[in-house]
C-alpha cells in the first residue's frame, strides 16, 4: 500500500458535470497539496492545507474547489470545468515543520474535460 | 521571482553508463534548497536528491549525485551505472526561505525525460 492514495486514477468528464477527486495519505503527515502536472509545463501549486486549514490558493479557478475534512483527507471537487483543465492532478502530503522535509506525493488523478 | 529551468527536455543514456541532467534556476535568495524528483512512468513521484544552498559539500545518494554550484545558480544531477529502473521523467525543484513556511511551495522546472537502452 503506498502512502499517499489517489483515487480515482482517470476521470472524463463532460464541462456541465461535477465530481471528485480523493486523496487519502496513511503517512501521519499535517500538510496536503494538490498540485497541477500539464504536458510541458511545470507543476503547478494549486492549494496548501495544514493542519486541514487552506494556507495557500494560488489563484486557482472557483471551478476547483477543495476541502479537508481531516489531515488524513483531501478533496478537490471539480464543476464546470474547461478542456483546458485536462491534465494530470497530483497530491502530496508532508510532515510540516521540517523544513527540507521531502513532499510524498500520490500516483495522481488523469483527467480528461471533454 | 525565482525560476528553474531544465534545459534538456530529452535525454538517453546507454545501461551502465553514466548520465548528466542539467538544472539552472534563479534567485536572490541567500538560503535556499533544491531538490531532484523522479516520475517513473504512471507512478509516484519520488525525491531523489535534495541540497541545502549553505552546504558546500556536493550530496550523494547511492549512484546518485549532484554538482552544485551556487555561484552559477546551477544544480545538475549525475547518475551512474544507469539501470533500466532509472528511466523517468527527472524534475528540479527549488524551495526558498523566505515564505510562510510551507514546504509545498516549491516551484518546478519543466523536467528532462530520460531513457535508458539495454
Known amino acids: 500500500e503506498t502512502g499517499v492514495t489517489q483515487t480515482p486514477r482517470h476521470l472524463v468528464m463532460g464541462m456541465t458535470n461535477k465530481k471528485s477527486l480523493k486523496c487519502e495519505q496513511h503517512?501521519?503527515?499535517?500538510?496536503m497539496y494538490w498540485y497541477k502536472q500539464s504536458a510541458k509545463k511545470p507543476l503547478e501549486l494549486m492549494f496548501v492545507?495544514?493542519?486541514?486549514?487552506?494556507?495557500e490558493n494560488n489563484s486557482v479557478p472557483s471551478r476547483f474547489s477543495p476541502e479537508c475534512p481531516n489531515s488524513s483527507h483531501l478533496f478537490l471537487h471539480l464543476h464546470t470545468l474547461q478542456p483546458e483543465d485536462s491534465a494530470l492532478y497530483l497530491c502530496?502530503?508532508?510532515?510540516?515543520?521540517?523544513?527540507?522535509?521531502?513532499?510524498?506525493f500520490g500516483e495522481g488523478s488523469r483527467l480528461t474535460v471533454l | 521571482a525565482q525560476t528553474v529551468t531544465q534545459s534538456q527536455p530529452e535525454m538517453s543514456v546507454q545501461e551502465a553508463e553514466t548520465v548528466t541532467l542539467s538544472c539552472t534556476y534563479d534567485t536572490s535568495e541567500s538560503d535556499y534548497y533544491l531538490f531532484w524528483y523522479k516520475q517513473p512512468p504512471s507512478r509516484q513521484m519520488i525525491l531523489v536528491i535534495r541540497q541545502e544552498a549553505y552546504k558546500q559539500q556536493n550530496a550523494t545518494e547511492n549512484r546518485f549525485s549532484v554538482n552544485f554550484q551556487k555561484a552559477a545558480k546551477s544544480f545538475s544531477l549525475k547518475i551512474s551505472d544507469s539501470q533500466l529502473g532509472d528511466a523517468a521523467m527527472y524534475f528540479c525543484a527549488y524551495r526558498g526561505t523566505n515564505y510562510g513556511g510551507s514546504q509545498g511551495n516549491l516551484i518546478f522546472g519543466k523536467g528532462t525525460k530520460l531513457s535508458v537502452k539495454p
Open positions: 492545507y495544514n493542519f486541514k486549514e487552506q494556507t
Open positions: 502530496a502530503s508532508s510532515q510540516e515543520g521540517r523544513l527540507t522535509g521531502e513532499l510524498f
Open positions: 503517512l501521519g503527515h499535517n500538510a
